[in-house]
């Protein structure tokens, strides 16, 4: 892949990557989905102009962050979607960062999310018949997206 002729522009894999809550690594997670932003459009209709249609920005939405893991023996990730759920601590929004490095072990880019809350916990599917890695998920509603590539990209 190329940005401009005779430069070679590495694509990386999707699979090194690390999950930052308030600044501190929650290790584990395989799966994230989410990192998205659209720009909502209106329609205006110019009184006399019949071959097209105006479109205005309104603003911009972002899907929900779902986080994946594997299950293990620490409850962090539902206490903090109880707490917010009864009210306990409705000031429970964290800022975080999905970080995708390099092979190398550096890092290529980070997603940093603001204001972030958990409005979904879900557990495993849990199946006798099966070896699959027992999965819980977080979905959080965030206020917006920044991405920072690396100066050493």
């Known amino acids: 892949m190329s940005d401009n002729a005779g430069d070679y522009v590495e694509a990386y894999g999707s699979f090194r990557f ?40 309104r603003g ?15 409850p962090a990730l539902w206490e903090w979607y109880d707490n917010y759920a009864q009210g306990s601590n409705p000031r429970a929004r964290k800022d975080g960062s999905i970080i995708l490095y390099k092979r190398d072990g550096e890092e290529l880019c980070r997603w940093n999310f603001f204001k972030a809350y958990p409005v979904k916990w ?11 890695t027992a999965i819980e ?3 959080l509603v965030h206020g917006g997206l920044k991405t920072i590539f690396s100066r050493n990209s």
């Not at 879900?122 to 699959?132: R, V």
């Open 18 to 57: 690390l999950v930052e809550l308030e600044g501190v690594a929650v290790a584990g997670f395989s799966e994230v989905q989410g990192l998205e932003a659209e720009t909502e459009m209106e329609e205006y209709r110019e009184g006399g102009v019949n071959d097209h249609v105006h479109l205005l920005p």
């Open 60 to 74: 911009i939405k972002h899907p929900r962050i779902v986080l994946r893991r594997g299950i293990t023996t620490s």
């Open 122 to 132: 879900s557990g495993p599917s849990l199946n006798a018949m099966s070896s699959d």
């Open 137 to 139: 998920s977080v979905e």
